[in-house]
């Protein structure tokens, strides 16, 4: 099989293709797309031939089984995949008609404009404050006024009335849920339109989930949200598009992730068309 | 709850006393206790038996002409002085230049090693900075005097280096000479920052260098703090290359001054305690005197380190 074949998304424009034309699934006018998107880590294939599409002011809900490769499709939305030493992008990943991978894409005006949440809360060890005022700060933001800014973003991310006493002390002395909370605050800084969520509620007891959910109910009005969650009550009740991915054989009989159906999270949780969809949200299979 | 009944009917209770008394247990514990207690007792025993020869020293010599004096002519004639002063600066002017060196090369080879290279080019760097480390001083030393020496005369021709020795050199000498200790205890401190900070500022679309600078080296900076204490102590207590490469005069000096020879209470005492001094002389000493002020030094030195790096993780952890 030539490199050609097995990657025919290669080339082609996405900036003149309406999105129509590229029969994604999905919403109209996507703001982040994938096409036959297939990522390696070495010679490992971690996820095969994904088409999926993730809509503006939208909540995307990624599940399926662990090692099914949402995460790794998640990570490659804002090239964090870039810092895995082998890991290897095929097919096309589209931002507003924009190839992701092209050659004079900077990786750090992508993440500027992609931001993310990770499993575990990961707070800088410094201030609440300095912890909002980094991304504005390393990506070179025009900012009037930093305060006003730090605010702002604490207030949308739901924190600012508990934190705006000791803005100038340790994120650390946080709780996990707002040092989650601090992380999204910090996430929202930089001004991203779409935030990529990394199972964000796993490490967190049942009252902070909540927070968080609210949280991002909220947001989706202003941002694009993509989440990779274990929980599947939480992708039904946040999204509005769920994905559910499972492990295969693929044609070598090696194991690696497919998208096995995408539609209306309403659709997913209700009548799947796959009977591995209704399996695996009935809870008999993974 | 169920009570036993034994087969002659009498309601039997269990017994949870031990199989065995257990005396290998006792005896490993009693073992690695005299083990710990061994090196406990032998530190003891290092500060007594410099103490004492230093209590008698200042029964001839006051405390104030040895803290304070400023001219250094320990021995016999008739001229003898025993201000440590000089002494005490030439070991400071050393320090001072080996850190000058060993901090920014240490510290900036542990970022490269720690966030920019490769895993394989680190796989094998970092051994052979350990290899570095356990060069043996001596051969520093020469390589101060035979090689050092002459380059810095060509590269600074302006710079008096006529003597054979020179207090930059020496200094520079050491510097290397803990560069790699600096560079592999500072890049353990960076390594043992979890990856998720790192990922976290990546996707807040940082570069490298602002990764490295605003979130790896303010997380790891506990470990880097000990890494330069460290260094400053192994500077201090350097003996051989300084009594090679720095001369022998007691000169109340700055360390600008590269050119000047100078005389560290380490090479004093290195070329002092050479077999032929009396037991019991003034000289004899003199030479427990200057270790025990040294011990004091890397004493204080040590004790504030301890406490850097408890603030430091106060407020980082």
């Known amino acids: 099989m030539t490199a050609e074949s097995r990657n025919p998304a290669r080339g082609l424009d996405l900036a003149s293709t309406p999105a129509s034309d590229l029969k994604l699934p999905g919403p109209g006018s996507p703001v982040l797309s994938c096409r036959d998107v297939s990522v390696y880590y070495g010679k490992f294939r971690a996820v095969t031939d994904v088409n999926l599409s993730f809509g503006a002011n939208e909540i995307t809900a990624m599940i399926g089984p662990s090692g099914c490769g949402k995460s790794t499709v998640l990570r490659s939305l804002n090239r964090m995949n870039d810092l895995v030493p082998g890991a290897r992008v095929e097919g096309l990943i589209g931002y507003h008609g924009v190839d992701l991978y092209g050659k004079d894409v900077d990786v750090i005006e992508v993440r500027r404009r992609i931001g993310m949440v990770f499993q575990k809360p990961n707070p800088f060890p410094s201030s609440i404050y300095n912890n909002i005022a980094y991304g504005p700060r390393v990506t070179g933001m025009h900012v009037d006024d930093m305060d006003d800014l730090v605010e702002q973003a604490l207030t949308r991310a739901a924190l600012w009335d508990e934190v705006k006493n000791k803005l100038h002390k340790s994120a650390f002395a946080l709780s996990g849920g707002q040092q989650q909370r601090l992380c999204i605050a910090r996430a929202l800084a930089t001004n991203p339109e779409v935030i990529l969520m990394d199972e964000p509620c796993s490490a967190l007891d049942p009252i902070a989930t909540q927070k968080i959910e609210d949280l991002m109910l909220d947001l989706a009005r202003e941002f694009t949200i993509v989440i990779v969650t274990h929980n599947m009550q939480q992708a039904a009740r946040v999204s509005q598009r769920t994905a559910f991915f499972t492990t295969v054989a693929d044609e070598h009989g090696e194991r690696t992730g497919r998208l096995v159906e995408f539609d209306t999270t309403e659709k997913i949780f209700s009548t799947p068309s796959d009977e591995r969809t209704e399996a695996y949200i009935t809870g008999r299979f993974g | ?211 490295s600078l605003k979130v790896v080296f303010p997380a790891a900076i506990s470990g880097i703090v000990a890494a330069c204490v460290l260094a400053a102590s192994r500077a201090i207590g350097e003996t051989m290359v300084v009594l090679i490469a720095a001369g022998a005069s007691p000169k109340l000096i700055g360390p600008w001054e590269f050119g000047e020879s100078v005389l560290t209470m380490t090479a004093y005492i290195g070329r002092t305690a050479t077999g032929d001094i009396a037991t019991g002389t003034i000289t004899y000493k003199t030479i427990f005197a200057v270790g025990a002020l040294l011990f004091v030094m890397t004493l204080i030195m040590n004790l504030i380190s301890i406490r850097l790096v408890r603030r430091f993780r106060e407020v980082y952890e």
């Open chain 2, 1 to 211: 709850m169920t009570t036993r009944v034994n087969e002659a009917g009498d309601v039997s209770r269990p017994s949870l006393k031990a199989s065995s008394p257990r005396y290998g247990e006792k005896l490993i514990k009693a073992f690695l206790f005299v083990c710990a207690g061994l090196s406990v007792l032998v530190t003891t025993a290092i500060v007594i038996s410099l103490l004492v020869p230093t209590v008698d020293f200042f029964t001839e010599v006051s405390i104030t002409e040895f803290l304070f004096g400023t001219e250094w002519r320990p021995g016999r004639g008739t001229q003898t002085s025993y201000g440590v002063l000089p002494i005490v600066v030439g070991t400071l002017n050393i320090t001072l230049i080996a850190l000058v060196v060993a901090i920014p090369v240490g510290l900036l080879s542990a970022f490269y090693l720690s966030e920019y290279a490769n895993p394989r080019l680190r796989k094998i760097v970092k051994p052979v900075l350990e290899v570095l480390a356990g060069i043996p001083t001596v051969a520093i030393g020469l390589f101060a005097l035979y090689f050092l020496k002459p380059f810095f005369a060509d590269l600074l021709p302006w710079v008096d280096l006529d003597g054979l020795f020179s207090q930059g050199v020496a200094g520079i000498a050491v510097g290397l000479m803990i560069v790699p200790l600096v560079a592999s205890v500072a890049e353990d401190a960076m390594r043992a920052v979890p990856p998720g900070l790192r990922e976290g500022a990546y996707a807040l679309g940082a570069t490298k260098l602002r990764v």
